[in-house]
């Protein structure tokens, strides 16, 4: 069974443009989880998407948004990339937005803003 | 202060060395998730666990609800086992709450 997936793996953007980041989760999960590693820090919740409304968002600027899709992909786009957007984003998908419910993680996108 | 807090930060050992990793936290949660950080970013989930112990090969997760800790230890640790290990909380709402993490270092 393939895990989640993230693309793309790397992208680098310079300031004032826009990120389009996606995700794929395990399939038959309908929550998609998106979390930001920036360097020398800890993760850092984003947002939760779970059958394609958004359920909850992290302490992060309106600039970082995201949708999920009737296939339960999901998308974060950061608009108006400012250098200290510059991180690891990592999504999660469960199977529901279960406190008890484990997620499962994709390999990452490393954003570069220069 | 940060709602999870890990220790060491760094921790170096030599293989074949038992390791544990330490995680308190202040809040009230409903589950706690060990995962793994290799370099490269990916992460895998280890454990969650909300009461007791797990076990999976020679990973052992404990965790006391009461005392607000958990650990997580390593048997015969091996340099494959070379990571970064993060506790990672869940509590009222689904989001999840991040330690900074312990790199491990387990040389030949």
Same mark, same amino acid.
């Not at chain 1, 302490?59 to 600039?63: D, G, L, V």
């Not at chain 1, 108006?80 to 957007?85: G, N, P, R, S």
């Not at chain 2, 015969?76 to 070379?82: E, F, I, K, L, T």
């Given at each position: 069974e393939a895990g989640v997936t993230q693309s793309p793996t790397h992208l680098i953007k310079t300031r004032g443009q826009q990120a389009t980041l996606r995700c794929s989760p395990i399939s038959g999960h309908t929550s998609v989880y998106w979390y930001q590693q920036a360097l020398g820090l800890g993760l850092q919740f984003l947002l939760w998407y779970d059958e394609g409304e958004e359920r909850n968002r992290g302490?992060? *600027? *309106?600039?970082f948004s995201g949708r999920q899709f009737p296939n339960y992909s999901s998308e974060l786009n950061v608009n108006?990339? /400012?250098? /200290?957007?510059s991180a690891l984003y990592l999504c999660a998908s469960s199977?529901?937005?279960?406190?008890d419910t484990e997620a499962f993680f994709g390999q990452g996108t490393r954003l570069t803003v220069v | 202060k940060n709602e999870v807090e890990q220790s060491p930060q760094n921790l170096t050992a030599q293989e074949g060395e038992f390791i544990t990793i330490n995680c308190s936290y202040s809040v009230g949660i409903s589950a706690l998730h060990w995962l793994q950080q290799h370099p490269g970013g990916g992460i895998v989930s280890l454990f969650m666990l909300s009461s007791g112990k797990k076990k999976h090969g020679r990973l052992i997760a404990t965790i006391n609800i009461q005392e607000k800790h958990s650990s997580l230890h390593i048997t015969? %640790?091996?340099?494959?086992? %070379?990571a970064v290990y993060i506790c990672a909380v869940r509590w009222n709402t689904d989001k999840l709450i991040f330690g900074t993490g312990t790199r491990l270092q387990v040389f030949p």
């Open positions: 302490n992060f *600027p *309106p600039r108006a990339l /400012e250098l /200290e957007d199977l529901v937005g279960s406190v | 015969a %640790s091996h340099p494959r086992d %070379s």
